[in-house]
T-cell receptor
Framework: SQTIHQWPATLVQPVGSPLSLECTVE??????LYWYRQAAGRGLQLLFY??????ISSEVPQNLSASRPQDRQFILSSKKLLLSDSGFYLC???????????FGSGTQLSVL | AQKVTQAQTEISVVEKEDVTLDCVYE???????LFWYKQPPSGELVFLIR??????QNEISGRYSWNFQKSTSSFNFTITASQVVDSAVYFC????????????FGTGTRLQVTL
């Protein structure tokens, strides 16, 4: 069966510090991968998606970046965090692009 | 442009009451899929159902049922005999097909079920 792992679960970082959130999928190959952010108002905002290794599409311009160094690994990064980067970050995967997403358990990021 | 509207921000019910969560969507595409996801307090979104635009049959799964009506562009979700474990944020989502596939989530409805 397929599983998705996302870590860390919680993270407190000072403004200006770097960020690296990691997500891995097991039990499937060539998944579509996504990073979403959920701000305090609950809405889900798509940040990045990837349909293959090295292929990253950005939905919202910001100081975040994403990389897919391996087929089932998706990393969300920042060189310098802003206060506005605080939120709940969710990684997800799907077999068919944009259909039936399976989500990770999320990372609660607090930038202070 | 496509849009998903969940007008109910929060709903509170007492256990065993029935509750309906509304979802209204907008799209110009004739082929699309609709979804419902549940986000319990743990944070992880859980897939509940997928419905394609050509299948207007209502679906029932245990205490859950979904009413898809293309005439009103709605895909409402009803929980019968609600339980405390149903407390969560519920998201409706729409995805269009093809190379320009776009997935859009509604803003969610927080359901609180109390004893």
């Amino acid at each position: 069966s397929q599983t998705i792992h996302q870590w860390p679960a919680t993270l407190v970082q000072p403004v200006g510090s770097p960020l690296s959130l990691e997500c891995t999928v097991e039990g499937t190959s060539n998944p579509n991968l996504y990073w979403y952010r959920q701000a305090a108002g609950r809405g889900l905002q798509l940040l990045f998606y990837s349909v293959g290794i090295g292929q990253i599409s950005s939905e919202v311009p910001q100081n975040l970046s994403a990389s897919r160094p391996q087929d089932r690994q998706f990393i969300l990064s920042s060189k310098k965090l802003l206060l506005s980067d605080s939120g709940f970050y969710l990684c997800a995967w799907s077999k068919v692009f944009n259909e039936k997403l399976f989500f990770g358990s999320g990372t609660q990021l607090s930038v202070l | 442009a496509q849009k998903v509207t969940q007008a109910q921000t929060e709903i509170s019910v007492v256990e065993k009451e029935d509750v309906t969560l509304d979802c209204v969507y907008e799209t110009r595409d004739t082929t699309y899929y609709l979804f419902w996801y549940k986000q319990p307090p743990s944070g992880e979104l859980v897939f509940l159902i997928r419905r394609n635009s050509f299948d207007e049959q209502n679906e029932i799964s245990g205490r859950y049922s979904w009413n898809f009506q293309k005439s009103t562009s709605s895909f409402n979700f009803t929980i019968t005999a609600s339980q405390v474990v149903d407390s969560a944020v519920y998201f409706c989502a729409l995805v269009t097909t093809g190379t320009a596939s776009k997935l859009t989530f509604g803003t969610g409805t927080r359901l609180q079920v109390t004893l």
